[in-house]
């Protein structure tokens, strides 16, 4: 084998473990709309809400958890029943790190048992830690369908275009501002530097997905 096929193949080894490192590292799955970021117009048309209640939720948000967005919810005389059909469609994702318990069982259809799975196993790092662990219980289509409401948070600081654009409803010029400021040290500089182009409500709405690491 000559040397210039050797180097060849080393180089498309590099970069297929490159890749692969991308996929292994994607931490959110699309699917259901993130409460938070959903357009007015829009939340008004799914299941169960009003026109008036839109409103006022867009208002009030971007709500720190979906615990707080059920509660202002129930607040607006739905009930949880109503509620549930809605979460089928969109929800305030939860950190698969930090989510409680009152959160988790918010998803619509979860067994209760995944109070105690998604706790045992933190800290979550991939999507495909939680494919392999929670799959055991639930089996995969049900493990994809709990993908959707939940996150890993990405370290502002390594993340990549991919890992970033799994955000829901983020704007794609946020990925250069995102790397400009690297290296990110406090969630002040965070909202010193990312709001003066999204403003203070998709700033607070885009740090839930964030992380800065040691």
Do not use: C, H
């Amino acid at each position: 084998m000559t040397i210039k096929r050797i180097v060849l193949i080393g180089t498309m080894l590099i970069s297929a473990l490159a890749l692969d490192a991308t996929a292994r590292a994607q931490v959110l799955k699309g699917g259901i709309d993130d409460l938070n970021g959903i357009p007015e117009a829009t939340l008004a048309s799914l299941p169960n809400m009003t026109p008036a209640i839109a409103k006022a939720f867009v208002e009030k948000r971007p709500f720190a958890t979906i615990t707080e967005a059920n509660a202002f919810l129930l607040g607006q005389k739905l009930t949880q029943d109503q509620l549930a059909a809605l979460y089928e469609k969109a929800f305030v994702p939860i950190n698969l790190n930090a989510g409680t318990n009152e959160e988790i069982l918010l998803v619509p259809k979860i067994a209760r048992r995944m109070t105690i799975e998604f706790a045992e196993y933190r800290p979550w790092k991939t999507t495909e830690q939680f494919d392999r662990q929670i799959s055991k219980y639930v089996g995969q289509p049900e493990t994809d369908r709990l993908k959707q409401y939940v996150f890993i948070p990405l370290d502002l600081n390594t993340a990549t275009d991919e890992q970033f654009l799994t955000i829901p409803s983020m704007a794609r010029r946020m990925l250069i501002e995102f790397k400009e400021y690297r290296p990110w040290k406090t969630k002040e500089q965070f909202d010193r530097e990312i709001g003066k182009y999204v403003g203070p409500k998709e700033t607070a709405r885009l740090w839930r997905y964030m992380v800065i690491n040691p």
